[in-house]
């Protein structure tokens, strides 16, 4: 067998090990070294489910060779009504059967207006009732985790289109998706350790630079670094100021503490002793200054 040596860019890098999947991880070294790749299942020997799955992980990460198409179009959204409604009901066998399934995940029955959502997930958008039923269920268990009441239709609604956006619209690639979401939640619970935050959820604001975080690749000790030098520096948690530290780390390369403690130090003004890096000398005079 030729070898050959494959280039990988620390951007692509960093989203494999977020996605946190084997198989996406081989199907995409099979990919960049060359092979096409509808030939992956066969070669790899992952079988159609698992092939699928890694498939799907790589399209969602923006690394499969051909962007997919999504359903949604410029324009306004289609606005269904009652009577659309009641046509859906009588004359798809499908579309009641989700509704009851719908009604089952909820708790409780669907009003009309719900019933118009609900119709234009699986008409505008085009998801099978399987997926459909996934993304309810995802929903609803995203808001038990937050410790929230039952999702609404209309913030089911914009998972959906969320999922639009992304090409979602197997059940394989839902799985992925799911997947790589809740090693991310996994991840950011292990950032809020860290940040020693408890009882409460993260804000949006939060959860976005959280997020980035965890796509960067950057491992709890690394960002325990980032945490205590923004708390040195500024006397508490400033997000954007612990962003500015990880942002110049990832767009240095520096990923690991030893690599941090030896490139990310930066001479101390004249007279000033230990290792600190300018910046934080100068931020702790500072502070001490404005306590005299």
């Not at 979602?168 to 939640?185: G, S």
Request: aromatic share 8%.
């Amino acid at each position: 067998m030729q070898l050959c040596e494959l280039n990988i860019s620390r951007e692509h890098l960093h989203k494999l090990l977020s996605a946190a999947s084997g198989d996406a991880a081989l199907l995409y070294l099979y990919i960049a070294a060359g092979n096409p790749p509808e030939e992956g299942e066969r070669a790899l020997n992952l079988g159609t489910t698992r092939y699928a799955c890694a498939a799907a992980t790589l399209r969602q990460l923006g690394l499969w060779p051909e962007k997919k198409n999504t359903p949604i179009f410029s324009g306004e959204r289609p606005q269904y009504s009652e009577r659309d409604v009641m046509i859906a009901m009588d004359q798809s066998s499908d579309f009641k059967a989700l509704y009851g399934e719908v009604q089952r995940l909820m708790g409780r029955t669907l009003n009309t207006e719900e019933l118009k959502i609900l119709l234009g997930i699986v008409n505008y958008l085009g998801m099978s009732m399987d997926v459909v039923s996934v993304l309810f269920c995802y929903c609803k268990d995203r808001a038990r985790q937050k410790n929230l009441r039952a999702p609404s239709l209309r913030s089911i609604e914009k998972e959906a289109y969320a999922w639009a956006e992304q090409g979602i619209d197997t059940l394989e690639e839902a799985a992925a998706y799911i997947q790589r979401q809740n090693f991310r939640q996994s991840k950011i619970g292990e950032i809020m350790k860290v940040l020693q935050i408890h009882g409460r959820s993260l804000t949006p604001g939060e959860t976005k630079y959280a997020q980035q975080w965890v796509d960067w690749g950057f491992r709890p000790d690394v960002i325990e670094m980032a945490y205590e030098r923004t708390c040195i520096n500024t006397g508490g948690l400033s997000w954007s100021y612990m962003n500015r530290i990880l942002t110049r780390w990832h767009e240095a390369g520096l990923m690991r503490p030893e690599e941090i403690r030896g490139k990310d130090v930066k001479p101390a003004p004249k007279g000033a002793k230990g290792e600190l890096a300018g910046e934080d000398y100068a931020a702790i005079k500072r502070i001490l200054q404005e306590d005299e």
